[in-house]
T-cell receptor, first 117, second 114 residues
Framework: DADVTQTPRNRITKTGKRIMLECSQTKGHDRMYWYRQDPGLGLRLIYYSFDVKDINKGEISDGYSVSRQAQAKFSLSLESAIPNQTALYFC????????????????FGPGTRLTVL | KQEVTQIPAALSVPEGENLVLNCSFT??????LQWFRQDPGKGLTSLLL?????REQTSGRLNASLDKSSGRSTLYIAASQPGDSATYLC?????????????FGKGTHLIIQP
C-alpha cells in the first residue's frame, strides 16, 4: 500500500463549485504539504502544516484553504473553483532530520488531476 | 526569492548513452538539494538528496553533484535505458532544511530511444 494517498485521483468540476482534495499518510510524519503543478511552471507550494495546530501559507495560497484533521490527514479546499485552478495537485509529507542534519526529505503522493470548466 | 532553473527542458537520446542534466539555483545558502523523477500519471519519486556539506551522491547508475558556491548541480545518468524516460526535477528548500517546503525547477523531460 502507498504511504501517501490522495483522493480523488481525477476530478472534473464546474466554476463556482466547492471542491475538497484529501491526503492521507501512513508514514507517521508530522509535516504535510500541498503543491500544485502547472505545465511550464513547475511545482508551487500552496500550504503546509507542521502539526494539527500549525498551518502556514505557501507561495500561492489565495483561493485555497486547508484543514489538518489529524496527524495523518491534510485536506485542501477550493471554496469556489475557477478555471485557472485547473492543475495537478500533489500532497507531500516529511519528517525533520530523516535526510540528515537540518533536512526534511519529502515524500509525494500520486497526485490529483483537477479540471475546472 | 529562490529560483531554480533546469537545462535542457527536453532531451531525447539513443539508449546506452551517458547524459547530464543541469540544475542551477540563485541563492547558494541551501542545506541540501534533491533530485526527483516524475512519471506520467504518477507522483514524484526522490532519487538523490545531497547535503550542503557533500559534493556528490551516487545511486546505481545515477550520480548527482553539488557546487554550492556556483549555485549548480548536475545529475549524471550512465548507460541510459528506455526505462529512464521520465521528467527529472531538482528542488531546493525554501528555507533551512526544507521544513517550509521546496522550490522546484520546471524539469527536464527525458526520452531514451530504444
Amino acid at each position: 500500500d502507498a504511504d501517501v494517498t490522495q483522493t480523488p485521483r481525477n476530478r472534473i468540476t464546474k466554476t463556482g463549485k466547492r471542491i475538497m482534495l484529501e491526503c492521507s499518510q501512513t508514514k507517521g510524519h508530522d509535516r504535510m504539504y500541498w503543491y500544485r503543478q502547472d505545465p511550464g511552471l513547475g511545482l508551487r507550494l500552496i500550504y503546509y502544516s507542521f502539526d494539527v495546530k500549525d498551518i502556514n501559507k505557501g507561495e500561492i495560497s489565495d483561493g485555497y484553504s486547508v484543514s489538518r484533521q489529524a496527524q495523518a490527514k491534510f485536506s485542501l479546499s477550493l471554496e469556489s473553483a475557477i478555471p485557472n485552478q485547473t492543475a495537478l495537485y500533489f500532497c507531500a509529507t516529511s519528517v525533520r532530520g530523516e535526510g540528515g542534519r537540518e533536512t526534511d526529505t519529502q515524500y509525494f503522493g500520486p497526485g490529483t488531476r483537477l479540471t475546472v470548466l | 526569492k529562490q529560483e531554480v532553473t533546469q537545462i535542457p527542458a527536453a532531451l531525447s537520446v539513443p539508449e546506452g548513452e551517458n547524459l547530464v542534466l543541469n540544475c542551477s539555483f540563485t541563492d547558494s545558502a541551501i542545506y541540501n538539494l534533491q533530485w526527483f523523477r516524475q512519471d506520467p500519471g504518477k507522483g514524484l519519486t526522490s532519487l538523490l538528496l545531497i547535503q550542503s556539506s557533500q559534493r556528490e551522491q551516487t545511486s546505481g547508475r545515477l550520480n548527482a553533484s553539488l557546487d554550492k558556491s556556483s549555485g549548480r548541480s548536475t545529475l549524471y545518468i550512465a548507460a541510459s535505458q528506455p526505462g529512464d524516460s521520465a521528467t527529472y526535477l531538482c528542488a531546493v528548500p525554501d528555507s533551512g532544511g526544507g521544513a517550509d517546503g521546496l522550490t522546484f525547477g520546471k524539469g527536464t523531460h527525458l526520452i531514451i530511444q530504444p
